[in-house]
């Protein structure tokens, strides 16, 4: 009913939402509880806020082992601060504002991002599509691509050159600072480099294990090497300027990523499937007018961005200060 609280308490544990007025009649899977707030007592909305300020808590409850959750009995005996109505309505007031604002610069960003797509199909026709507007090849003919020499377990030391797999090129694509969790010596990345070659400025680093097609340009800040057919690599090519590929790259992987499987297990970017795919032979003036727009662009999401985590970073301080 409106007003009621749903707690996820099998997989994904401790997510809560309220349920909104006029909303259609649905059911619910058993991996989600339904918690009637004593209105009395209780305000719906602060009874969320108060379950997400304590997620932590109520996942370190849950158990099992192919998936785990947490038993209602357990949910009910979870203990909760309940302060008087008025200062529950105070806090939720507080607290859905800035989460209006924290949605609103997230939308923010998504609009920008739709914005530099719609640009490039205005520049460039739709990637998915031969309008005839440009001569079309394997992108295998134009760049070279591949991934990495393969470094074993054993390999792994606990400083030294920062060891790249999905989880920091999803980190470093949204722009976020990343914690390195795995290193190989000096000694190993310079072996490498001088046999193999590393990873240069403006060359695409590809997410091709998990999570699929997410897409970082090497800024050739820092010496790092990265994980073998976890992430796949186009070298910077004097065909393609790195801005202009990468956009038309997030495409393309995304409209394959239903034929991208390199076994039963799992789905996976495969090195053969990125060389054979049909791209655009786009003039370098025309790339270079396309990238200027989309540093314009980046200008703009680097403002929202700020004024995202300042707003999350005040969220966070109120949970942190009403919630305990």
Excluded at 259 to 276: D, P, Q, R
Aim: with cysteine.
């Amino acid at each position: 009913k409106s007003g009621d609280v749903l707690l996820t308490i099998v997989g994904t544990v401790g997510r809560a939402a309220v349920v909104g007025e006029n909303m259609p009649q649905f059911t619910l899977q058993r991996s989600v509880a339904v918690l009637h707030p004593n209105v009395e007592i209780c305000d719906s909305r602060y009874l969320m806020y108060a379950l997400q300020a304590n997620r932590n808590h109520i996942e370190s409850r849950a158990k099992g082992v192919a998936q785990k959750g947490i038993y209602l009995k357990e949910v009910a005996d979870i203990e909760l601060q309940i302060p008087l109505l008025s200062e529950q309505t105070h806090r939720v007031k507080v607290l859905d504002k800035i989460a209006f604002v924290i949605k609103f610069h997230q939308k923010q960003l998504q609009k920008l991002d739709e914005l530099v797509k719609a640009r490039f199909v205005e520049l460039f026709g739709d990637p998915l599509l031969d309008d005839g507007r440009y001569c079309k090849a394997p992108l295998g003919c134009l760049a070279q691509v591949g991934s990495s020499k393969r470094i074993f377990e054993k390999e792994y030391v606990s400083e030294g050159i920062p060891f790249y797999r999905t989880k920091e090129i999803v980190e470093l694509s949204n722009g976020n600072k990343i914690s390195t969790e795995l290193f190989i010596t000096p000694k190993r990345y310079n072996e490498i480099r001088d046999e193999y070659g590393v990873p240069q400025a403006g060359d695409l680093l590809i997410s091709a294990v998990g999570t699929i097609g997410v897409i970082w340009i090497v800024d050739g800040k820092n010496d790092f090497y990265f994980k073998d057919g976890n992430l796949l690599r186009v070298a910077n090519s004097d065909n393609f300027m790195p801005v202009y590929l990468k956009c038309l790259l997030e495409t393309l992987i995304c409209a394959h990523k239903s034929k991208m499987s390199s076994g039963t297990a799992y789905a996976a970017l495969t090195i053969s499937t990125l060389k054979e795919m049909s791209v655009y032979k786009v003039p370098l003036a025309e790339q270079s007018q396309f990238s200027t727009f989309v540093s314009q662009v980046d200008k703009s999401k680097v403002a929202v961005q700020k004024s995202l985590d300042e707003a999350q970073l005040l969220f966070d301080s109120l949970m942190q200060q009403y919630f305990g």
